[in-house]
């Protein structure tokens, strides 16, 4: 049972997107393999799509492998993809019934073809929940999506769909994989890293960011609520002069 919407800040972010950061380093602590890591963070993402409700978040975006995470040992890779599959697997039932509505980004054409049938299934099944939006980010570059993008927006322009001069930040963003999704308003990234790795850059332009210690397998959602109700005591101006 999701936790019913009692400790909501007031002022709390609605779209909250993580950079789940620190599963390695978790897992060396414990003198166990990095898999060991991922598997401990998974779980985690549970623990914290349960916790969106009751904090009024109703978008939670989740980095889970990056384009630049091909670089990783074979054996890793080939570790998170099949703990990709299994998560899907595992969860799918959980996640229909409790109302979470699935996306993913990012480019699917490097992903295996069992894997992105396994996404495209998760993402029919859910497609009619709206009580949580997770979207999952998998072989997603922010750099790399806006080059997707452009080149989607050049063929509509080149094809007559389109006229250069239409175009304008307002348009830009119909060609990104979150064109459905609104900015995210608070961005966390786990494990004492102060950087954004290439996480969702158009869309974080006005985020506000929380930089933790905490490592990704230790996140909890008592966790993420401090940090929604901090949020909420921001003043967003969006470069404007305050009132
Ligand atoms: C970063 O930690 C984490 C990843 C590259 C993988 C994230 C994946 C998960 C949390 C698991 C599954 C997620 C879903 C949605 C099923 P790191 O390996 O870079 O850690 P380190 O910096 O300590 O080495």
New binding site residues.
Partial sequence: MLNAPDTAPAQGPRHVAII???????AQARGRP?LF??HA??R??REVVEACPGLGVKYLT?????TE?WKRTQAEVAG?MS??RR?IVKETRTLKENGIRVRFIGDRVRLDSKLTALMDTLEEETKDNDLVHLT?ALNYGGRDEVARATKRLARDVAEGRLRAEDVDEETLPKYLDTHVLPDPDLVIRT?GEARISNFLLWQSAYAEYEFIDT??PDFTAAELERLCHSYGSRDRRFGAVPA
Wanted: glycine share 14%.
């Fill in positions: 789940m950061d620190g599963n390695g380093r978790w990095r890591g991922h963070g998974a985690r993402v989740v980095f889970a492998f990056s995470n998170l703990l990709f998560y999952v494990s490592l990704w």
